[in-house]
């Protein structure tokens, strides 16, 4: 008996000995995680007729499943899990003024509903984030018929189904003239929020920009559905 003690003693010893060795194990055990979560998918803009099969990449058909008609679909990582409505925000140091525009006036759109509460600031590790940013990306496949407008989406460390979201929304300023725009800014910002793609045209998450510059009814019931 006692020496099993001693053995349990040893390895609890050992376990404390590695953390303190090595204090980034815990952190880097987090940064796995957050990756693990992150979802980001791409923003595109119609140069032809064909977009359609740009939607998640598949083929859309009339017997596709139509989703987000009462309320526009929630991402993953923010699915069935508990989330603060607080969000502290800021932009990377190369963003332009004119993208810094769009992305103020999404962020006023959100805070009008009421349902989330977006302030400037940097995020504390325990506090919601949102990272503002812009790439370049040019058209890889012309045959696609499509530019990539922005990219942005949630990345959640889920503690006990309660999810800190260190989330982004880009803007490809390869070709502003398409992409600086409200509904981009909107979009890509309701990704960070946790909301997916939806069919329905009148939604700012429709997958190709329609210009959408106001959030439709079952936008506002998707955000609820993240921050009840
Ligand atoms: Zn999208």
Same mark, same amino acid.
């Given at each position: 008996m006692k020496r099993k003690s001693w053995l349990w003693l040893l390895i609890l010893a050992s376990i404390v000995l590695v953390i303190k060795r090595d204090p980034q194990i815990i952190p880097r055990v987090e940064t796995e995680i957050r990756q693990a979560t992150i979802r980001v998918q791409p923003y595109v803009y119609s140069?032809?007729?064909? !977009?359609?099969?740009k939607i998640n990449g598949t083929t859309k058909t009339a017997n596709d499943k139509q989703v987000g008609k009462v309320a526009t679909p929630v991402e993953s990582p923010l699915k069935n899990v508990t989330t603060s409505n607080t969000y502290y925000f800021h932009f990377k140091k190369d963003v332009p003024q004119s993208v810094r525009d769009v992305f103020t006036n999404a962020v006023n759109a959100y805070n009008d509903t009421g349902i989330v509460r977006l302030i400037p600031g940097t995020a504390q590790p325990n506090q919601n984030g949102i990272t503002f940013f812009v790439y370049h990306k040019k058209i890889?496949? !012309?045959?696609?018929?499509t530019v990539e407008l922005g990219n942005g989406g949630p990345s959640a460390l889920t503690i006990n189904h309660y999810a800190i979201n260190s989330a982004q929304a880009g803007l490809n300023i390869t070709y502003p003239n398409l992409s600086v725009k409200n509904s981009v800014a909107l979009h890509e910002l309701g990704h960070a929020l946790g909301l997916a793609h939806s069919s329905?045209?009148?939604? +700012?998450?429709?997958? +190709?920009?329609?210009? +959408?510059?106001t959030l439709s009814t079952a936008d506002l019931n998707g955000l609820r559905n993240i921050y009840k």
């Open positions: 140069l032809g007729d064909s !977009i359609n099969r890889q496949n !012309i045959a696609s018929n329905y045209t009148n939604s +700012v998450m429709y997958p +190709v920009d329609q210009g +959408v510059s």
